[in-house]
């Protein structure tokens, strides 16, 4: 594991990357349009039948 400096509705990762990929708390910081960006770019980097795994506050707010 590594940990990289980026931007997370542009990564810099072809399409399909990744086994696995997790993310802790991020996705309640996001709002709106940009939350929906996050998690397509997200879907985007793993690969078909991976697992993501989410913990974060999931709420309407």
Do not use: C, W
Request: no cysteine; aromatic share 10%.
């Amino acid at each position: 594991m590594r940990f990289q400096k980026g931007d997370a509705v542009k990564l810099d990762f072809p399409d399909e990357t990744f086994d696995l990929v997790t993310s802790n708390y991020v996705y309640h910081n996001i709002m709106g349009k940009d939350k929906q960006a996050l998690l397509l770019e997200t879907l985007r980097v793993l690969k078909k039948g991976g697992t993501f795994a989410i913990h974060d506050l999931m709420s309407k707010a």
